[in-house]
Nanobody
Framework: QLQLVQSGGGLVQPGGSLRLSCAAS????????IGWFRQAPGKEREGVAC????????KYGDSVKGRFTISRDDAKNTVYLQMNSLKSEDTAVYYC????????????????????WGQGTQVTVSS
């Protein structure tokens, strides 16, 4: 059974950087599409970034393009989200998710509640 454990959130000033990690156990991530999502209070969940199982395809939400980078290190069974030039509107709980098979819905990688999800990590951007 695949389990995802997230780390790396916290408090950062506007313009700063953070790197989130999503480490897998119980199974290799080799065949999984990985996505990062976020949810701010009172807002719907938003797709942030996703990466195909081979790493050759990446997708980003419009609000993070050019600032965030998703990457995967299958040797470490870990996926990363590098977040640069952070803004207050990036404040949210961030979740990673994994799914076998790449399907796009509205231009972003499909993830459902039945897929594998991390525990969530808080990112707060504030001065």
């Amino acid at each position: 059974q695949l389990q995802l454990v997230q780390s790396g959130g916290g408090l950062v000033q506007p313009g700063g950087s953070l790197r989130l990690s999503c480490a897998a156990s119980g199974s290799t991530l080799d065949y999984y599409v990985i996505g990062w999502f976020r949810q701010a209070p009172g807002k719907e969940r938003e797709g942030v970034a996703c990466i195909s199982s081979t790493g050759t395809i990446t997708k980003y939400g419009d609000s993070v393009k050019g600032r965030f980078t998703i990457s995967r290190d299958d040797a470490k069974n870990t996926v990363y989200l590098q977040m640069n030039s952070l803004k207050s509107e990036d404040t949210a709980v961030y979740y990673c998710a994994a799914r076998k098979g790449l399907t796009f819905v509205q231009g972003f990688c499909l993830m459902t509640p039945k897929d594998y999800w991390g525990q969530g990590t808080q990112v707060t951007v504030s001065s």
